[in-house]
């Protein structure tokens, strides 16, 4: 009799340690907030210049454009460029130059009220009704503070929106993470509008525990699941090519495999997990890139820009999120990650920084010839965000921004001639 028990014994090992483990709200991340840039009220040109940039767009600018496919990306490129250093005459540049392709607010079908503000989730239509109806929500019941606006419909209820913010490519997770770093209220209307357009059936597996179950097997490394995913031949010829076409495919008529790897990811010591998938994120931009073709990928860029949005919020949202935050960012990279073909990640591709700094890197963020390009811009930031909160003795952080800026030479990574040219829009 005792062969069956031994038989079974690593298979009951894992689900109790997968049950003990799995209660995500009585676990959290202890990290302190980046600096609170709150341009609202400082006196200096540089950040009024940004107030006033910010507010510009939105009043001008509609989140969502293009036939509500593109998302606008202002606000993040401003931002950033901000904390690496553009001066005043850099952020207008900035603003003159993506504001081109922008489009003005167009009027809902119809308003929204409390009573039915539920009711038009994830319809684009409603995004000027939603931000009517956030911005009556400031005014008239949280006395102009849009942080209690936030908390209201973000992290209360059955079904809190935070839990869909991975919906539109993780654009809401992002638009909100700025919003937070620089405790603004238009963008913070904005992002809190971006969640509700946005949202989509991915919020159920959040929402409902019955989809969060043991797998297969179970690490603690995030990489460790990245080269498994990369050596499953299951995954094999899925898909004819790469492109955001191939997301919903995987979640209807490949779900199992997407539910096996991200419950295969065991989450013990979050912030020590949070410090690796954040050092995953950076290798899937950078490390799967092979040298010499300079085809960093557009959608990968999002899995380490939904990560900085992730580290921005972590330390500003209620505990009982942190851990459920940053598995919804996993589901976001593993379906990002398959729908983009699996791409080897190479971890001998970065070498030293050679002797340049991130002052250097900051200069060619802000100056040089991709000075303009959003998601490049967005990019540098997040890594040197995630250097100053982790700490960079051995320079890899350094080492991985010095080798973006030297060798990026643009976006790659669409499934058609059509869809490259609209890939800024994304």
Request: hydrophobic share 40%; with cysteine; net charge negative.
């Amino acid at each position: 009799m005792s062969a069956p028990m031994i038989a079974w014994l690593p298979s009951v090992n894992r689900v109790y340690r997968y049950l003990t483990s799995s209660d995500w709200s009585a676990q959290s991340i202890d990290l302190e907030s980046v600096p609170i840039h709150d341009v609202e009220t400082a006196p200096e040109k540089r950040p009024r210049t940004l107030k006033h940039l910010l507010k510009a767009n939105h009043i001008n600018h509609s989140v969502l454009y293009h036939n509500l496919e593109y998302h606008n990306h202002l606000p993040h490129i401003l931002g950033s460029a901000y904390i690496l250093g553009a001066n005043h005459d850099q952020l207008q540049k900035i603003y003159d130059h993506e504001s081109r392709s922008l489009e003005g607010w167009k009027d809902s079908p119809a308003e929204i009220t409390d009573a039915d503000w539920r009711e038009f989730l994830g319809n684009h239509n409603y995004q000027r009704a939603y931000v009517d109806f956030f911005e009556d929500e400031l005014a008239l019941k949280f006395d102009y503070d849009w942080k209690k606006v936030a908390e209201e419909y973000l992290f209360t209820g059955k079904q809190p929106l935070i839990n869909g913010v991975i919906s539109g490519l993780g654009h809401p997770l992002i638009h909100l993470g700025y919003a937070y770093e620089f405790s603004s209220k238009e963008l913070g209307m904005e992002a809190l509008a971006l969640s509700s357009c946005s949202y989509s059936s991915l919020h159920k597996y959040l929402d409902d525990p019955s989809y969060t179950r043991p797998s297969t097997y179970s690490t603690t490394s995030p990489l460790e699941i990245l080269h498994k995913i990369h050596n499953d031949t299951r995954f094999d010829g899925l898909f004819p090519s790469k492109g955001f076409q191939n997301f919903d495919i995987l979640f209807s008529q490949h779900e199992n495999l997407i539910l096996e790897y991200w419950n295969a990811w065991t989450i013990s010591d979050p912030k020590t997990q949070f410090r690796e998938s954040q050092e995953a994120a950076i290798d899937l931009l950078i490390k799967t890139v092979k040298p010499g073709t300079h085809a960093y990928d557009f959608f990968m860029v999002h899995i380490l820009t939904t990560s900085h949005a992730v580290r921005i919020l972590i330390p500003l949202i209620p505990k009982r999120f942190h851990v459920s935050l940053v598995r919804q960012w996993w589901l976001l990279t593993i379906a990002v990650y398959i729908m983009q073909l699996r791409p080897e990640i190479d971890e001998d591709i970065v070498g030293k920084p050679g002797g340049k700094s991130w002052g250097y890197v900051d200069k060619m963020a802000v100056e040089g010839g991709w000075s303009a390009d959003a998601h490049f811009v967005k990019a540098v930031r997040a890594i040197k965000e995630a250097a100053f909160t982790w700490g960079d003795v051995h320079e890899k952080y350094l080492s991985a921004a010095v080798y973006l800026v030297d060798d990026f030479k643009g976006w790659t990574g669409f499934g058609s001639a059509e869809e490259e040219q609209a890939s800024l829009g994304y």
